[in-house]
T-cell receptor, first 116, second 114 residues
Framework: GAGVSQSPRYKVTKRGQDVALRCDPI?????LYWYRQALGQGPEFLTY????????KSGLPNDRFSAERPEGSISTLTIQRTEQRDSAMYRC??????????????FGPGTRLTVL | AQSVTQLDSQVPVFEEAPVELRCNYS??????LFWYVQYPNQGLQLLLK??????LVKGINGFEAEFNKSQTSFHLRKPSVHISDTAEYFC????????????FGTGTRLTIIP
């Protein structure tokens, strides 16, 4: 079946603009995770959802970052008033096992965000 | 809070030679451990994971890893590498604490020399 999809795959924006990154998880997966990966670094946790409920947003860098998953499926990560330091690969993952920290996460291809 | 250390940022290895990629973790509770691989221009793919039971875990593509609780390590090994193993490898940990946060190391770039 289809894997995790993300759109757009590439986004170039000017500093100060808002961007919305979309994640479509594997059908039926209840948990959804957002990560940010800077060049040469490992993925950094941002936030995650079980169904539509945001469980942990401790990794969001500041209040310009927000995420939602209103119907427990597709999720949107929004960055307001983008800054150059926001440039990174934004990765989404989903998992079908609710509440299991050991469950496999299936990662999407990522969105490469470049802020000029 | 959990953390992961991958001391080797780059590892060059001759084809058909063995390789070990090191991973150490820190946590105050029981952990689950993972190795993910990222091939050039692709997403992250799970190689193997340790949840419980046997400390030697076998994964895809001939890789295996051994969980060592006393040394807080989860090193990845392969007895004979191929050109196709060239990729970035990430170790990750999550805690058995009800939170599903997965913490990654900084990665090790494995380069296979023909």
């Amino acid at each position: 079946g289809a894997g995790v999809s993300q759109s757009p795959r590439y986004k170039v924006t000017k500093r100060g603009q808002d961007v919305a990154l979309r994640c479509d998880p594997i059908s039926g997966h209840v948990s959804l995770y957002w990560y940010r990966q800077a060049l040469g670094q490992g993925p950094e946790f941002l936030t995650y959802f079980n169904y539509e409920a945001q469980q942990d947003k401790s990794g969001l860098p500041n209040d310009r970052f927000s995420a939602e998953r209103p119907e427990g499926s597709i999720s949107t990560l929004t960055i307001q008033r983008t800054e150059q330091r926001d440039s990174a690969m934004y990765r989404c993952a989903s998992s079908g096992n609710l509440g299991l920290a050991g469950a496999e996460r299936y990662f999407g291809p990522g969105t490469r965000l470049t802020v000029l | 809070a959990q953390s992961v250390t991958q001391l080797d940022s780059q590892v060059p290895v001759f084809e058909e030679a063995p390789v070990e990629l090191r991973c150490n973790y820190s946590s105050s509770v029981s952990v689950y451990l993972f190795w993910y691989v990222q091939y050039p221009n692709q997403g992250l793919q799970l190689l193997l994971k340790y949840l419980s039971g046997s400390t030697l875990v076998k994964g895809i593509n001939g890789f295996e890893a051994e969980f060592n609780k006393s040394q807080t390590s989860f090193h990845l090994r392969k007895p004979s590498v191929h050109i196709s193993d060239t990729a970035e490898y990430f170790c990750a940990v999550s805690e058995d604490s009800g939170n599903e946060k997965l913490t990654f190391g900084t990665g090790t770039r494995l380069t296979i020399i023909p």
